[in-house]
């Protein structure tokens, strides 16, 4: 890639954005509101903003190999304190994607060094449905549900935090677990069923002794 040329693609876009709107960058200088805490793979076929159709100050955006939630993971843990407590944003997306190489790497016996522990976490969702996956005959369609399982447990690792915990007694807060399908371009909605997954887990995983867990009677 010729690298000059992305400075070349920078100037073409200032132009065109200022040409229909002479405020867009002095407007977005003033501070972002977005509403969407996005959180998807770093893979370069998977955009955030450009899949979603929205623009620049819509979504806060976090990006890592497999779209992962570990609680130990700082960064992961600072983006969402920050979009939650300071961003008030009301939706939460976990997005993952079919032809994931993350999860790939997971299912294979294989030693990618600093990559090992990263990759245990999603070993672990599969040790956790390993009943489920291992009736999947199909290779493929067993990675595809080891995809959409990942974003299930990173969802559910959303909702483990405090801070989210907080939010959800305070605001309609809203954790949506998608995938996007490379191959099609499409995105799907996994219409997770938190009310659900949450009666079964929030026993454990309820953090505030102040506050009684929040009854079961909307979706996050
Ligand atoms: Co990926």
Same mark, same amino acid.
């Given at each position: 890639?010729?690298?000059?040329?992305?400075?070349?693609?920078?100037?073409?876009?200032?132009?065109?954005?200022?040409?229909?709107?002479?405020?867009?960058?002095?407007?977005?200088?003033?501070?972002?509101?977005?509403?969407?805490?996005?959180?998807?793979?770093?893979?370069?076929?998977?955009?955030? +903003? @450009? &899949?979603?159709?929205?623009?620049?100050?819509?979504?806060? *955006?976090?990006?890592?190999?497999? #779209?992962?939630?570990?609680?130990?993971?700082?960064?992961?843990?600072?983006?969402?304190?920050?979009?939650?407590?300071?961003?008030?944003?009301?939706?939460?997306?976990?997005?993952?994607?079919?032809?994931?190489?993350?999860?790939?790497?997971?299912?294979?016996?294989?030693?990618?060094?600093?990559?090992?522990?990263?990759?245990?976490?999603?070993?672990?969702?599969?040790?956790?449905?390993?009943?489920?996956?291992?009736?999947?005959?199909? +290779? @493929? &369609?067993?990675?595809?549900?080891?995809?959409?399982?990942? *974003?299930?447990?990173?969802?559910? #690792?959303?909702?483990?935090?405090?801070?989210?915990?907080?939010?959800?007694?305070?605001?309609?807060?809203?954790?949506?677990?998608?995938?996007?399908?490379?191959?099609?371009?499409?995105?799907?909605?996994?219409?997770i069923d938190f009310i659900k997954l949450l009666e079964n887990?929030?026993?454990?995983?309820?953090?505030?002794?102040?506050?009684?867990?929040?009854?079961a009677?909307?979706?996050?």
């Amino acid at each position: 890639m010729d690298i000059s040329q992305i400075f070349k693609n920078n100037q073409d876009w200032v132009q065109k954005k200022l040409s229909v709107e002479p405020n867009y960058f002095s407007d977005l200088s003033k501070g972002q509101t977005p509403d969407i805490l996005y959180i998807g793979c770093s893979d370069s076929r998977v955009t955030a +903003e @450009e &899949l979603m159709g929205i623009a620049p100050g819509q979504a806060f *955006v976090h990006r890592n190999i497999a #779209n992962m939630v570990p609680n130990t993971d700082l960064s992961a843990m600072s983006v969402i304190n920050y979009a939650v407590q300071h961003l008030k944003v009301n939706h939460i997306v976990v997005c993952g994607h079919y032809y994931c190489g993350g999860v790939q790497a997971a299912m294979k016996s294989q030693d990618l060094g600093i990559l090992n522990p990263w990759l245990r976490n999603i070993r672990d969702v599969y040790r956790t449905h390993q009943a489920e996956l291992d009736a999947i005959k199909d +290779e @493929e &369609l067993r990675y595809k549900r080891l995809v959409e399982l990942n *974003v299930e447990e990173q969802c559910i #690792n959303v909702i483990k935090t405090a801070e989210v915990q907080k939010a959800r007694r305070e605001r309609d807060l809203t954790v949506h677990g998608w995938v996007f399908d490379v191959h099609t371009g499409k995105l799907i909605d996994l219409n997770i069923d938190f009310i659900k997954l949450l009666e079964n887990i929030m026993q454990i995983y309820h953090l505030d002794p102040n506050e009684p867990e929040k009854p079961a009677d909307k979706n996050v």
